[in-house]
Structure formats: structure tokens, C-alpha cells
């Protein structure tokens, strides 16, 4: 087993760079920890709250701040929270001796409708959770560990009891050929997320219908939706397609263009045979394409990336930029 040293550097770190923008005053949390947070913006339009436990760095975020210098932030640990259920069969406990006490963690899987994985929870975290009952879990460390990336709680890893979030096993499994597809995209204000109903590809700039801000028409987020209908035993079935599917379809077979939509139209129309995987209310889950069609197709690990918000915590260091 790996030693507690070893593990430790496991964790994904990250560096960030980008300019501060307003640090809130010094906080305690319920756990008397002293902390407080700063955005950094890292894009024109991407922005990452960052959490800093280390009080006595506010006044150097407040000057780069103020001084609008950019800055990089160093040993930047991404954490996540996931909304998933626990499913049967957890290994049992293991203990881990981290400075001179013995620690318990256990590893449960879990999944929601996408897909499962494992999460490592530790000590009394484990006894927060319940098989077959479904929880929002938040700020989750990521680890790489023998090339596979694991989720383990942390010290500020909060666990709440909510509604059932499903299993993938209600997929049902649809074989059969594309009768007819309709793939839209709408642009969204990254800004106020008002859909835009005027938006044209060809202009350069677009004025926000509701925030009336004027930004570069390409700073505007692309959501897709559409219907595909599916021939499969003689029976036909009108699925519907979501944002997701949409994006990972592009990705695979199309190099993620923001306008391969139509495309992505033709393609399915022309493929002999498609797999669709499909939840109890019609929605795609996944979209297979046969044997010849799927060069390069690369099947992406199950996983609970659904509806994972990314977060950023834990700062040890902030340095000016030359
Ligand atoms: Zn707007």
C-alpha cells in the first residue's frame, strides 16, 4: 500500500493564470476553518471561483487584484461535487496510518444514469451514506492512481441525502437504422444565459436580447437539442437528443465543430446501423455507430460526468507573472 507521503502527491494539482477579481473578506467555516475566495478570470469569458485557506494571502490578492497584474496560482486542487446514488457491494475498510493515526477509508461505487465509478470516502464520511439511497456529494478531491482517475473525499467534502438520481441499468438498448434527424443549435448569452433568437453565424458581434451586452458572436455558448427517429424491428422510435449527447457525438466523429450539426445530420442518415441507448423517457443516453462507420470511434469510460460542477480550492502559493 501506498504510504500517505505517496498518496498525498498523487493528488491532481493545477496552475491557473488568469487576473483577480474581487476577494471576499476572511471567512470561518463550521469547522473553524479561516479561508475566503477570489474569482480568477483564466479566459475572456471563463471564469473559476477559487477558495484559498491561507488567511494571511488575502492582502496580496486584494493588491493583484486592485492592480488588474496577472497572476498565476499554484497548487491549485480541483475538486468536484457529483449528485449520485451508492450501489451494493462496497469492498470493505481499509486503514491507513496518517501521522501516527490510523485512518479508515472505504471505497463505494456509485453511478447515476450515465454511467458509474468508485468514490473513496474517509472515516466518518463513510457512515454518512447509505446503498441504494442517492446523495449530493460535494468537493471531492480527484487522484490519479495507476492511470485511472479516482474521486475521494476531503477534509470540507459535505454529504446531503437527495431524491433518487437513477441507475444506468434503466438504459434500454435500441438497433437500427436512422429514418429521420433533426439537430438544432441555439446560442446562449454565457453572460445572463438568455437564449438568442436573433443570432446570425455570419455576424461578428451580437448584441445579448436580454442583457443588451455586446460581445463577439463567437463568446456566445452553443446548445444543441433535436429528435432522431430510429427504425429498429419493424417499430419506429422518436428519441430525443440533448445537449450532451450533441457535443460528445460532434467530438467523436465530427472534431467537435460548432457548426458540424448538420453534418452530424447527414452522417446519421447515411450509417446502415446505429446503437442508441435511450432512458425510460425516451432522452439518448448514447449514440453507437456501426462497425465500418466508427473509425476511430474511441467508446469514453463510463463515468458520473453528467452533471459534475467543476470547483477550484486550496492555494499554496500566488505569484506575479513577468
Ligand atoms: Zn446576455
Known amino acids: 500500500m501506498a504510504s500517505p507521503a505517496k498518496r498525498r502527491r498523487t493528488v ?10 474581487s476577494p471576499s473578506p476572511t471567512k470561518t467555516s463550521k469547522k473553524n476553518t479561516r479561508y475566503f475566495d477570489a474569482t480568477i478570470q483564466t479566459g475572456r469569458e471563463e471564469y473559476h471561483r477559487v477558495v484559498v485557506f491561507s488567511p494571511q494571502k488575502r492582502q496580496a490578492y486584494e493588491q493583484a487584484a486592485l492592480a488588474k497584474t496577472p497572476v498565476k496560482l499554484t497548487h491549485v486542487r480541483k475538486t468536484l461535487t457529483v449528485r449520485v446514488k451508492i450501489l451494493p457491494g462496497g469492498v ?4 491507513v496510518v496518517v501521522g ?46 495507476k492511470e485511472q482517475t479516482t474521486l475521494t473525499s476531503t477534509f470540507y467534502t459535505s454529504i446531503t441525502e437527495i431524491q ?30 438568455a437564449v438568442q433568437k436573433e443570432y446570425k453565424e455570419r455576424c461578428v458581434t451580437h448584441c445579448c436580447e436580454r442583457c443588451e451586452m455586446l460581445q463577439r458572436a463567437s463568446s456566445y455558448a452553443v446548445m444543441y437539442s433535436g429528435t432522431l427517429a430510429v427504425l429498429s424491428n419493424g417499430e419506429e422510435h422518436t428519441l430525443m437528443l440533448t445537449n450532451s449527447v450533441v457535443s460528445t457525438f460532434l467530438s467523436e466523429h465530427l472534431g467537435g465543430a460548432a457548426s458540424g450539426h448538420a453534418e452530424m445530420q447527414e452522417k446519421l442518415v447515411r450509417t446502415e446501423n446505429v446503437e442508441v441507448q435511450v ?36 492555494l499554496a502559493g500566488l505569484h506575479p507573472l513577468d
Open 12 to 21: 491532481e494539482e493545477d496552475s491557473l493564470v488568469g487576473y483577480l477579481h
Open 92 to 95: 470493505v475498510s481499509r486503514f
Open 100 to 145: 501516527g493515526v490510523s485512518r479508515e477509508l472505504r471505497e463505494f461505487r456509485i453511478c447515476d444514469r450515465s454511467g458509474q465509478t468508485n468514490v473513496t470516502l474517509w472515516e466518518e464520511k463513510i457512515a454518512m451514506v447509505n446503498v441504494s439511497k442517492s446523495y449530493e456529494i460535494s468537493k471531492l478531491s480527484t487522484r490519479r492512481f
Open 164 to 193: 433518487d438520481v437513477g441507475e444506468p441499468r434503466d438504459l434500454v438498448e435500441i438497433c437500427g437504422c436512422v429514418t429521420a434527424v433533426k439537430v438544432s443549435a441555439r446560442r446562449q448569452c454565457r453572460r445572463c444565459h
Open 279 to 314: 432512458d425510460s423517457d425516451q432522452v439518448v443516453m448514447s449514440i453507437k455507430l456501426s462497425e465500418e462507420e466508427a473509425q476511430g470511434f474511441v467508446s469514453s469510460q463510463a463515468g458520473t460526468s453528467a452533471d459534475l460542477l467543476a470547483e477550484f480550492e486550496r
